[in-house]
């Protein structure tokens, strides 16, 4: 891919208070690249529209989203309008590239909502509804495809004011639907825009006489949403009855900072009809990045988006591409940065010279001198920077982490097909997570593989292809194994002598001991009985060890008289660990286990380290096989977010998961269910919820705790790790 820049020109340098970031949000299929499109030539920054079809979109220009029709990157770009820099970041649809729309929404200052006319309120809408609330962003409602026979407009509004109460407020609705679609009303300018079939520049008409009852009840209830945020306009209204367009502009912008109102625009992006009026909108009324909640340091600071301030920039976003390398994608959150600044990453502690500044417009780039606080820009081959970094100027030692990502849903082991290739898919893996934040790569020692989780099954399929065509590098996904766990449910006693003589200095040692569970705040080791006779512990140490996997080991020390010399105790503790490391029922860590060494034997010549070591481990071995051994599975709490007519549905296909339903409340249209599920269970279930609901429910995943097993589940996970021991 040869990046482009646009030559004749260096972009003006915008103030703070000329700047405006917008992430435009929705659905798959909601048409979000194609009014990127529009807004893109409308603003003159591209003189032909290109169609996702084609392939020759500004946003889509990755090959991979050439080959499905998807975006899977977020895209930055901005239009110059009304002397104002309108800085868009445009998210991908799909739940399974929710990393792009989640670090767009926390540098930029509005949601532009884009609603897929013909299915209105969609899951994806929910979601990505439900971060602009987590992050307290600013949302503006775009209802698009207007001309499909399929849409229906009212429809649609009644389902976002179910879904958001009246907070909901058009500006705009159309005198029809379907391809007929030419003309809306607008009852901020209480105007009629009309388009010829061609679409772009408007002609402003007056409003029909038919339509004026309907224009002036909705102005009206504009003007009120509008006063509602402001007492002073709430005085202003009361006196005279109503606002000037400039008075519900101001009230319409301070309800959008405070989330007050969410207004309505309609739009057919494909005929670029009604996108210059949104445009302008965008213009007049969103509210600049300085009159915004100021973002927070690790400190817990508060920075003002002062271009007088220092200079501290954050890098939300990098992509790799070919001829150029690595492209860093920042927000200035305070001071200016200009070609030639050296500054310091805060992260990393190494110096960064920012040799070059891009206005992004996808691949292709317009340099600029100079950038300001609040505003969002790109620069190429920095030596140590990484997505999530801040560089700072002199004297400024601010942190930025804010960005946090969801947690993965769907896990898959990867390994390359020739194995030669592995060291290299290693490398790709990390540089393609930078990529893509969601993308969890984890190297488990456990399960010896190599694992890697995203938001569902396409997130993976889309990693596989772009790691088989653009690296080249053949690669296969097998089914993860599960990270069990093994413990013990009662006490048990064993002892074992490891005796090894073979010319000079021999082996033994000898090492009796007695298991039992863990448990938080059990009483120490007294008496135990096996097998008619007793044994009395006298407690000389303990050490309590928290294990890396989870759970806990306790090490007890009742040796009396001297049976083991002090010194060979931790020689009896590292392999007991080696034992836990590599549970007896199946090889998975073992947990939650006491352990009292009380009495054994020592050779004056012959006892060493290694002796105890596996003496320990073999008394262990055969005392917790005989402790009532048990398997314990990771438990999940999933939350499924689905439409009310597909419930019976999901619920029965969980419960066939062996999930506990732990409770479901509604939420507008939509159920939520709460569950436990075991992970085991978890493997295929994205592409089956997807299924089973038409792609129109989702689900989150974190994981809750370890549980046991059913005893079928135990004896088919011991018979099938005896049948792997016997094959190799």
Known sequence: ?????????????????????????????????????????????????????????VSDYFPVEKEYGYSVLSTVFSVEWQNRKLNF???????????????????????????????????????????????????????NQLDNEKTDYESVLTQLKEQYGN????????????????????????????????????EVLEIPADQMDKAMELHGALIEAAAENDDALVEKFFEEGTLSEDDMRAGISAGLVSRGMFPAFCVCAEKDMCVRRTLEFLGNVVPTTDRMPRPVTTEGEEVTPDPNGPTSLFFFKTTVESHIGQVSFFKVISGKVK??????????????????LFVPDGQTRTPVPEMVAGDIGATVKLKDVRRGNTLNGKGCDYKFDFVKYPSPKYRRAIKAVNESDSEKLNELLLRMREEDPTWVIEQSKELKQTIVSGQGEFHLRTLKWRLENNEKLPIEYLEPKIPYRETITKPARSDYRHKKQSGGAGQFGEVHLIVEPYYEGMPSPDTYRFGGQEYKMNVRDTQTIDLDWGGKLVFVNCIVGGAI??????????????????????????????ICVYDGKMHPVDSNEISFMLAGRNAFSTAFKEAGPKILEPIYDVEVSVPADYLGDVMSD???????????????GYEKLLAKVPLKEMSNYSTSLSSLTGGR????????????VPSDVQDKLLKEYEESQADE
């Open 339 to 356: 070609e030639g600044d050296d500054l310091l990453n805060a992260d990393r502690g190494s110096k960064e010279r920012i040799a070059q």
């Open 1 to 57: 891919m040869i990046v482009k820049l646009k030559i004749p020109a260096i972009m003006k340098v915008y103030q703070t208070n000329e700047i405006k970031n917008i992430a435009i949000l929705g659905s798959s299929g909601s048409g979000k690249t194609t009014l990127a499109e529009a807004m893109l030539y409308e603003g003159g920054v591209i003189k032909r529209r290109g169609t996702v079809d084609a392939g020759n979109t």
């Open 654 to 668: 969980l419960q066939g998961r062996r999930a506990l339903i732990m409770g479901m409340n509604s939420e507008k």
């Open 697 to 708: 429910a989702s689900f989150t995943m974190k994981f809750a705790a370890y549980e046991l």
């Open 167 to 202: 907070k909901v407020v058009p500006v705009q609705y159309p005198l029809s639907t379907g391809p007929g679609f030419n003309a809306v009303i607008d009852v901020l300018k209480m105007k009629m825009y009309q388009w010829k079939p061609e679409g772009g520049v408007s």
């Open 89 to 143: 970041i445009d998210c991908p649809g799909s739940d399974d590239f929710i990393g792009g729309a989640v670090s767009a929404l926390n540098v930029t200052d509005t949601a532009l909502m884009v609603i897929n006319g013909q299915y209105g309120v969609e899951v994806g809408t929910i979601n990505q509804f439900r971060y602009t609330k987590q992050f307290h962003k600013p949302v503006i409602f775009v209802i």
């Open 565 to 594: 010399d002090t010194r060979f105790l931790p020689a009896i503790l590292k392999g007991v660990m080696a034992r836990m490391e590599q549970g007896p029922l199946t090889g998975s860590y073992a947990r939650d286990v006491r």
